[in-house]
């Protein structure tokens, strides 16, 4: 059985930065993609970020490039981090962290019906 849970939401103020993470646990493929998404209230889930495992690939939604980050600790294989720096109004949502179990091409990255597993979810609000 595969659980995801995300953690490290919180309340900052404008420009401010966090670093949430998604440990995945009860995952064995081989060729897997890692999602982060977000999901503002009235509005639809978005991705935001996705890192595939077979080439290191990453994608980032435009709204965030510049900003966010997916950086890794090798020592801790089965945690995934979002670094969110520079963070403004309008990345105000609860983030969610998904998987994939298979292949998943760049243009598929973040596109939230691929993804197979969902963690709960971790609400990020930024104020001015």
């Known amino acids: 059985d595969v659980q995801l849970q995300a953690s490290g939401g919180g309340s900052v103020q404008l420009g401010g930065s966090l670093r949430l993470s998604c440990v995945v646990d009860?995952?064995?493929?081989?060729?897997?993609?890692i999602g982060w998404f977000r999901q503002a209230p009235g509005k639809e889930r978005e991705g935001v970020s996705s890192?595939?495992?077979?080439?290191?690939?990453?994608?980032y939604a435009n709204s965030v490039k510049g900003r966010f980050t997916v950086p890794r600790d090798t020592a801790k294989k089965t945690t995934y981090y979002l670094q969110m720096n520079g963070l403004k109004t309008e990345d105000t949502a609860v983030h969610y962290c998904?998987?994939?179990?298979?292949?998943?091409?760049?243009?598929?990255?973040?596109?939230?019906?691929?993804?197979?597993?969902w963690g709960q979810g971790t609400l990020v609000t930024v104020s001015s």
């Open positions: 998904a998987a994939k179990n298979a292949h998943i091409i760049m243009s598929a990255m973040n596109r939230a019906h691929m993804y197979d597993y």
């Open positions: 009860g995952f064995i493929y081989d060729d897997y993609a």
């Open positions: 890192i595939r495992s077979s080439d290191g690939d990453v994608s």
